[in-house]
Every structure is written in C-alpha cells, then in structure tokens.
T-cell receptor, first 114, second 114 residues
Framework: EAQVTQNPRYLITVTGKKLTVTCSQNMNHEYMSWYRQDPGLGLRQIYY???????DKGDVPEGYKVSRKEKRNFPLILESPSPNQTSLYFC?????????????FGNGTRLTVT | AQKITQTQPGMFVQEKEAVTLDCTYD???????LFWYKQPSSGEMIFLIY??????QNATEGRYSLNFQKARKSANLVISASQLGDSAMYFC???????????FGKGTRLHILP
C-alpha cells in the first residue's frame, strides 16, 4: 500500500530533550516536506526537500533540523525542544512534477513539550 | 503577504444543502495548482480536488467541485448535497511551478447539522 509513515503518533517530552520524528514513504517521491498545524494558523511549512541531499527552509524552520540521506526517509529533528513547539506535525510527499501533484500525508505526530 | 486566504473560520450548514468554502490566493506565477484537503476529527489529511491554472474547465470529483475564477484569484470548493460526514476542517493550498514551497490557508471548520 502506498503510504507515508510517521512515528511516533504521540510524543510527550520535556524541554531540552532531543527528539526525532521519523518519516518514510514508499512511493519513490522526490519531494518531501514537514508541516506543523496549530489552531487558527493552519499548516505551516517547516522544511522541504526536493531530492536526496537537498533540503530548504519553509516558513517556520527555527528550532528544527532535517536530513535527506535516502530518498524514502525525511526525519525531523528537534535538538532542544521548547513548549512553543507543542503542535501537530505532518510529513508529506509528492512526485516532483511541479505544480500539479497533490501531497500525500502521513497520519500526523502530536507532540507535547512540557 | 498571505498567499492563501480562507475568510470563513467556521460554517454551519443544514444537511443536504450545498456548501461553498471560500479560498482566494495570490501569485504572480502563471503556472500553479490549487488543492483542497479535508481533515476530519480523526486528524488525517485527505486530498479532495485539484485545479490547474491552465485548466479550461472547473474541476469536479463526485460531490466536490471547484469554482475557479482565475481573474479574481479565487478557488472556492463547492460540496453538493452535504452529509453529516462532511463535518471537518477544510484547507485550501497552492503550489506554484517555480516555487518549491507549498502553502496552505488557515482552514475552514465546517459543521453539518442534522
């Protein structure tokens, strides 16, 4: 089954404790992206990647890191999480054919930082 | 400047009525795609419908149609004969051909009343 898999689904952590949210897709998509969703703010793009070893900042990259060592994986790293990073996070992927490919989303990771 | 604007934070509609969810966008790229996603209370993001900037006809997918008015830069989602299961958050998104970011609006929460 074609899918984007994020883990974990739920995560509660404390301020400053490094964490990684994994994302993997099995559709051979070039484009992958991370979003955070907050009430009243919609989805905001954190980072995206056009292909292996190519990553770029979205609109809210502060406090996050990503890597794209393999085409299928795009982990999101919070080196020192803070409470303002409490949010619902989505990983998404699509073929890199520019403007007409919808994103395929993972099921989301709900992160709470205390 | 906000690139995607959804002016209706929430809507209440009687079951079986048609619903129009508004979306306006801003771009100078002549080639772009517009997308609508549904997010039910379970949290997953479901792709509904796509409209390309060069498409001559409005997109339709079952009960969903897109009222695309290019000159006005609007791409409103129309749901015909609404059902209780249509209650969800709806997001409009845009992907420009020459910008690798994919931008979402803040969403409209739709409530279908029995």
């Amino acid at each position: 089954e074609a899918q984007v898999t994020q883990n974990p689904r739920y995560l509660i952590t404390v301020t400053g404790k490094k964490l990684t949210v994994t994302c993997s897709q099995n559709m051979n998509h070039e484009y992958m992206s991370w979003y955070r969703q907050d009430p009243g703010l919609g989805l905001r793009q954190i980072y995206y990647s056009m292909n292996v070893e190519v990553t770029d900042k979205g609109d809210v990259p502060e406090g996050y890191k990503v890597s794209r060592k393999e085409k299928r994986n795009f982990p999101l790293i919070l080196e020192s999480p803070s409470p303002n990073q409490t949010s619902l996070y989505f990983c998404a992927s699509s073929p890199q054919d520019r403007s007409y490919s919808p994103l395929h989303f993972g099921n989301g990771t709900r992160l709470t930082v205390t | 400047a906000q690139k995607i604007t959804q002016t209706q934070p929430g809507m209440f509609v009687q079951e079986k009525e048609a619903v129009t969810l508004d979306c306006t966008y801003d771009t100078s790229d002549p080639s772009y795609g517009l997308f609508w996603y549904k997010q039910p209370s379970s949290g997953e993001m479901i792709f509904l419908i796509y409209q390309g900037s060069y498409d001559q006809q409005n997109a339709t997918e079952g009960r969903y149609s897109l009222n695309f008015q290019k000159a006005r830069k609007s791409a409103n989602l129309v749901i015909s004969a609404s059902q209780l299961g249509d209650s969800a958050m709806y997001f409009c998104a845009m992907r420009e051909e020459w910008d690798d970011k994919i931008i979402f609006g803040k969403g409209t929460r739709l409530h279908i009343l029995p």
